[in-house]
């Protein structure tokens, strides 16, 4: 399996409710970062956090860090339809650092009206 | 500032033709990055630039794609001799301080061989 794998693969969900993505990962990182897809668009940087923080938020999106477990999240609180998209976890390898991130298969997440 | 630019936003090759894919970084930033999506797919690295040099291209298949990114003008991604399994979604990426601090994407060129 690949660096970088979200779960779940495709989430459907209600506007108003919560959404979790999760992303694990198989070595050892700087850190990890979330985008965002619409489809047909490029990528939209999220949140960054680093490998010695736990827990991030920003305005409505809360992402947590585990580098024991090698996981992330990453909450969507009081979804709305217009956060429809792709969510992909991308990690700064400490083998690679600095030369590229590496991109989960990521999240298709819809927020039904 | 307009952002990360690429042109064409989409283009069709007949297999065995040249495709050329275009991106200019956002200004301030030196580094540019390829990626390759594949439908319902993550994307893929393919080469990490800065100006008149190629950093890290292991992610290029060996023969047929090329990167440059002259002093000048904008990072060219060149595929020679494209064949069907080229169609995919090519994204560039640039970062004023590199990949650690993150990215900001163009909205890719999509290639389509027929």
């Known amino acids: 399996s690949q660096q970088g794998e979200e779960d779940p693969q495709a989430l459907s969900i209600q506007e108003g409710e919560n959404a979790t993505m999760n992303c694990s990962y198989k070595?050892?990182?700087?850190?990890l970062q979330w985008y965002r897809q619409n489809s047909g668009r490029g990528l939209v940087h999220l949140i960054l956090?680093?490998?010695?923080?736990r827990e991030k938020h920003s305005g409505r999106l809360r992402v947590t860090l585990d580098t024991s477990k090698k996981s992330s999240s990453l909450l969507i609180t009081a979804s709305r339809a217009a956060d429809t998209a792709s969510y992909f976890c991308?990690?700064?390898?400490?083998?690679?650092?600095?030369?590229?991130?590496?991109f989960g298969e990521g999240t298709q997440l819809t927020v039904n009206p | 500032n307009a952002g990360v630019m690429q042109n064409p936003r989409h283009l069709v090759r007949r297999r065995g033709q040249e495709a050329r894919l275009r991106c200019s970084p956002m200004?301030?930033?030196?580094?540019v990055y390829w990626y390759r999506q594949l439908p319902e797919e993550g994307l893929k690295f393919m080469v990490y630039?800065?100006?008149?040099?190629?950093?890290?291209e292991s992610g290029m298949p060996k023969e047929r794609f090329s990167a440059e990114f002259p002093k000048e003008g904008p990072s060219i991604l060149r595929i020679q001799q494209v064949v069907r399994g080229d169609s995919a979604a090519y994204f560039c990426?640039?970062?004023?301080?590199?990949?650690?601090?993150?990215?900001?994407f163009g909205s890719g060129t999509r290639l389509t061989v027929v």
């Open positions: 990426a640039s970062s004023e301080l590199g990949a650690t601090y993150g990215y900001t």
């Open positions: 070595t050892s990182i700087n850190n």
């Open positions: 956090i680093r490998s010695n923080e």
């Open positions: 991308a990690t700064d390898l400490k083998e690679t650092s600095g030369s590229r991130l590496t």
């Open positions: 200004k301030g930033h030196s580094h």
């Open positions: 630039l800065q100006k008149e040099n190629i950093i890290d």
